[in-house]
């Protein structure tokens, strides 16, 4: 093969074969950017399908006010999450002094007396403090008793009914 542009590049004593197989790779690489070229223009057009979905209806700024307005919100509702939270705290640290335990038991003071009138009551906190009152109803009248409970236990000897509605508080929980 002769030809003056391979005379001058120095390509003209090479086998003809050689071209046929050079053009085949060519053209098989111009193959293969076409179909990635096909491949990109499918993918841009499904941006571009989405983009469009995606602003329907709005310009760039609605769209940025609306992004604008979202992190407002979650900034807001993480604001209230953290209120709420130290409330929960504040809440439980608060309940720890409240009754939280109650245990009570009627009985009749009085043998002539029925109804069970008389009772004895128990009110306790979450570390088992708290009062009992014990209510006693006799002929004569009511009589009331306070008593001080500390962890549980108390100063002052208590009697059979505050001693069983003092374990039905402490077991209440």
């Given at each position: ?149 500390k962890n549980g236990r108390s100063d002052i ?17």
């Amino acid at each position: 093969m002769n030809s003056n542009i391979l005379n001058y590049v120095g390509l003209s004593n090479l086998d003809p074969g050689i071209y046929v197989i050079a053009i085949a790779v060519l053209l098989l690489l111009v193959l293969i950017l076409l179909i990635c070229t096909i491949k990109q223009g499918k993918e841009l057009s499904l941006m571009k399908k989405r983009l469009k979905k995606f602003m329907s209806g709005r310009d760039a700024e609605s769209l940025e006010d609306q992004i604008i307005e979202l992190f407002e919100d979650n900034q807001y509702m993480k604001a209230a999450s953290d209120k709420n939270k130290n409330d929960i705290i504040d809440i439980n640290r608060r309940m720890r002094h409240c009754f939280q335990k109650i245990g009570i038991v009627k009985y009749d003071a009085l043998n002539q007396m029925g109804g069970q009138l008389s009772y004895a009551l128990a009110l306790l906190d979450e570390e088992d403090n708290g009062y009992i009152i014990n209510s006693v109803h006799g002929n004569e009248g009511c009589y009331s008793y306070t008593k001080v409970i500390k962890n549980g236990r108390s100063d002052i000897e208590l009697g059979t009914e505050e001693r069983k509605a003092l374990e039905n508080a402490v077991m209440s929980r």
